[in-house]
């Protein structure tokens, strides 16, 4: 499983846009990206996933260059809600049984 | 449909004794996990089954023990609880081969050892 790299905190204000920059230089070929996050109290819960390019689903959006050796999920408009741990997993996951590599992930704090 | 689901949600056990955490989805999922998290830290694989009847060791399974009941259910035991093993447990299960792949995952379930 590829190693992943993200900032350990990041704040911001409502109504911003928040990026958040995961480093992958070890992605193989089968790797796919994918972003979890976590409220205090709970599971993790999936946000978007995506192989290359730029993927958008009504939550947020993730850009992937070509290189695919990073990506950066972006949350547009960002509330208080959205404040949370969001962990950024490569990996294979296509493949049965795949198991999840989660890392520190970003704390994010949005403020009023 | 009920999602995963994980009893009990709190446990507080004495160094020593034993317990068994449940886990069960109806989503007909193949694959389930059991994983920890320790306070301020990422999660951590503890047991997997790819499918019914196989069960496979991830990153921490010292100290537990797993048993895949059925296709639905998957249960943890800790055979003789250590304070280390204070943390918070989570059940994930998911399914290969779709468009876009996702674990789904339970409440948890909080342990205290003393």
């Known amino acids: 499983l590829a190693k992943t790299t993200q900032p350990i905190s990041m704040d911001s204000y409502e109504g911003q846009e928040v990026n958040i920059t995961c480093s992958h230089n070890n992605i193989a070929t089968n790797d796919y990206i994918t972003w979890y996050q976590q409220f205090p109290s709970q599971g993790p819960r999936f946000i978007i996933q995506?192989?290359?390019t730029k993927v958008t689903n009504e939550v947020a959006s993730l850009f992937i260059p070509a290189d695919r050796k990073s990506s950066t999920l972006s949350l547009p408009r960002v509330s208080l809600s959205d404040t949370a741990v969001y962990y950024c997993l490569v990996g294979d996951m296509k493949a049965a049984g795949n198991k999840l590599t989660f890392g520190g992930g970003t704390r994010v704090l949005v403020k009023p | 449909n009920a999602g995963v689901t994980q009893t009990p949600k709190f446990q507080v056990l004495k160094t020593g004794q034993s317990m068994t955490l449940q886990c069960a989805q109806d989503?007909?999922?193949?694959?389930m996990y059991w994983y920890r998290q320790d306070p301020g830290m990422g999660l951590r694989l503890i047991y997997y089954?790819?499918?019914?009847?196989?069960?496979d060791k991830g990153e921490v399974p010292n100290g537990y023990n797993v048993s895949r009941l059925n296709k639905r259910e998957f249960s943890l035991r800790l055979e003789s609880a250590a304070p280390s093993q204070t943390s918070v447990y989570f059940c994930a299960s998911s399914e290969a081969w779709t468009e876009i792949y996702e674990q789904y995952f339970g409440p948890g379930t909080r342990l205290t050892v003393t």
């Open positions: 089954s790819a499918s019914e009847g196989t069960t």
């Open positions: 989503m007909n999922h193949n694959s």
């Open positions: 995506g192989y290359k």
